[in-house]
C-alpha cells in the first residue's frame, strides 16, 4: 500500500493501494486513470483551487492563501503528466505548477464509484432499541482520567452509540467537571456552567420539579443545542426519578421505514420551542428531525413541555398532529426506550442532538434526589477524539 503522509495540509495519512497510470487532459478536465482502471476527471478550478505549494497555501497555520478568484477565468492547463514517483503534476497557462499526491487525489476522488465508496465508508451512528441495555458502554471514571485509550473510546462511543455510563465519578460537588475537563471547555447556558438538578420552590424550568419530564433533548429553545450532557448522580434517594433514554435516531429512521408520510412532516415541520423567566427568553423554531445534505438524520430536537402552539396552515394541521402523535407514541414505546435507576456516583453522558431523555415523577417527601448537569458541544468532542486519534496512531 503505498501511503503518502501528508504533511502540508493535514496529520491525516492519505493512504492508497491504487497507483495513477495516465492522465489526459479533455476541456476542462484532466482525466486521471488509476491502476484499477477507475478514471477520475478532476476539473481544472478544482485543481488550482487546491494547489498546495508554498504560495498558496501556509504550512504554518495550515490553512490556504490562495483564492480561487485570484486565477484568470481562461486558465487552462499547459501540461500534464505522472511524475517517477506518482504524484500529478500540472503545469498552468499562467505559469504555475502544482503537484497531487495519488493518496489525496483518491481521498477527494469526485467520480460517481469513488464518491459512493467514500458515502458507504462514511461513520455512521449505530442506532439501538429497547433491547440495548445490556450493551450500554460503560467507562470507569478513573480509566478516563487516567489513560487516553480510554479517553478516546468512551467519546468514540458518545458518537456512534450516543448513550454511555461513566460509573465511580467522586460522589462530590462538581466532581463530573473532573472528566469533562479531559474533553474541552464547557458550554455554558443561563441554567449556569454546572446546573443543579433538584425539586426548587421557584422552579424556572420542569426539570427543576419532581414531575414526569417526557422524553426529551434539553435546550431545542436555542438555535444550537448543546451536543453532549453530562448527568452525575450524587443523591437519589427518592422513591421514583428512574431515567428512560431513547435514541432518537432509531424512532427517525423506523419512522422513514414505517410512516415516511410523517417522516417527511417531522423534518419538514418548524415546532416552536420557549422557556422564559423573569430574566430570560429564549425561542426557536426547526423542524423535531433535521436531515443533513445527503438526506441522512443529523439531529432530533423535542422536549413536550417547551412546545409552543404550532405555526402552520389550518389544512396542514391534522397531518402534523398525527405525525407528533405517532412520534410521541414512539418514544413511550418499549421496542425503543430503555429505563435505568442512577446510583450515586454514576453519570450518564449522551449525544443532546439524537438521544431523548426521560425522568419519571419522583416523590420528594420520600427522600433527597440531587444530579449535577454540564454540556460540551460535539464539536469538542470530535476534535478532542481526531487529536487523541493522532496521538495514539490511529487512523480516523
Ligand atoms: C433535566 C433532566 C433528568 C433527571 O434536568 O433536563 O432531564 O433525571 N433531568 O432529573
Ligand atoms: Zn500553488
Ligand atoms: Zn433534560
Request: aromatic letters at 10%; one cysteine or more.
Amino acid at each position: 500500500m503505498a501511503t503518502h503522509p501528508d504533511t502540508v495540509t493535514d496529520w491525516r495519512v492519505f493512504a492508497t493501494d491504487h497507483h495513477l497510470t495516465h492522465v489526459a487532459l479533455a476541456g476542462d478536465a484532466a482525466v486521471v486513470t488509476w491502476s484499477d482502471h477507475r478514471t477520475t476527471p478532476f476539473q481544472r478550478f478544482f485543481l488550482r483551487d487546491n494547489c498546495t505549494c508554498a504560495t498558496c497555501y501556509l504550512p504554518l497555520t495550515r490553512e490556504q492563501l490562495f483564492e480561487v478568484t485570484d486565477a484568470p477565468a481562461d486558465l487552462a492547463f499547459a501540461s500534464a503528466q505522472i511524475a517517477p514517483e506518482g504524484d500529478l503534476v500540472i503545469g498552468w497557462s499562467d505559469g504555475h505548477v502544482s503537484r497531487y499526491a495519488p493518496g489525496w487525489l483518491r481521498s477527494v476522488a469526485p467520480d460517481a464509484a469513488s464518491r459512493a465508496e467514500r458515502h458507504a465508508a462514511r461513520p455512521r451512528p449505530s442506532i439501538w432499541g429497547g433491547d440495548h441495555g445490556g450493551a450500554l458502554p460503560a467507562f470507569a471514571c478513573a480509566a478516563i482520567m487516567a489513560d487516553d485509550r480510554v479517553l478516546w473510546q468512551w467519546l468514540g462511543a458518545i458518537s456512534t452509540t450516543g448513550l454511555t455510563l461513566v460509573t465511580e465519578v467522586p460522589v462530590s460537588n462538581h466532581a463530573l467537571l473532573a472528566p469533562i475537563a479531559r474533553i474541552s471547555h464547557l458550554r455554558e447556558t443561563n441554567f449556569g456552567r454546572v446546573f443543579d438538578v433538584r425539586s426548587k420552590p421557584q422552579a424556572d424550568s420542569a426539570a427543576y420539579t419532581s414531575v414526569n419530564l417526557p422524553p426529551h433533548t434539553d435546550l431545542p429553545t436555542r438555535e444550537l443545542q448543546p451536543g453532549v450532557q453530562f448527568l452525575h448522580c450524587l443523591v437519589n434517594d427518592a422513591v421514583g426519578g428512574e431515567s428512560v433514554f431513547v435514541d432518537g435516531f432509531a424512532i427517525a429512521e423506523a419512522l422513514r421505514a414505517e410512516h415516511p408520510a410523517d417522516f417527511a412532516t417531522l423534518t419538514t415541520t418548524p415546532m416552536a420551542f420557549w422557556n422564559r423567566d423573569d430574566r430570560t427568553d429564549y425561542r426557536w423554531s426547526a423542524p423535531a428531525i433535521a436531515l443533513d445534505a445527503q438526506g441522512d438524520v443529523a439531529e432530533v430536537r423535542f422536549a413536550n413541555f417547551l412546545r409552543g402552539p404550532i405555526d402552520a396552515p389550518a389544512a396542514a394541521m391534522a397531518a402534523i398532529y398525527a405525525a407528533l402523535r405517532r412520534f410521541q407514541a414512539m418514544t413511550r414505546n418499549p421496542r425503543f426506550f430503555i429505563e435505568r435507576r442512577l446510583a450515586p456516583g454514576d453519570m450518564w453522558a449522551f449525544d443532546n442532538r439524537r438521544v431523548l431523555h426521560a425522568r419519571r415523577e419522583f416523590d420528594p417527601a420520600s427522600g433527597a434526589r440531587h444530579l449535577q448537569g454540564a454540556y460540551v458541544d460535539r464539536d469538542e468532542i470530535l476534535s478532542r477524539w481526531r487529536v487523541l486519534a493522532r496521538e495514539l496512531g490511529e487512523t480516523v
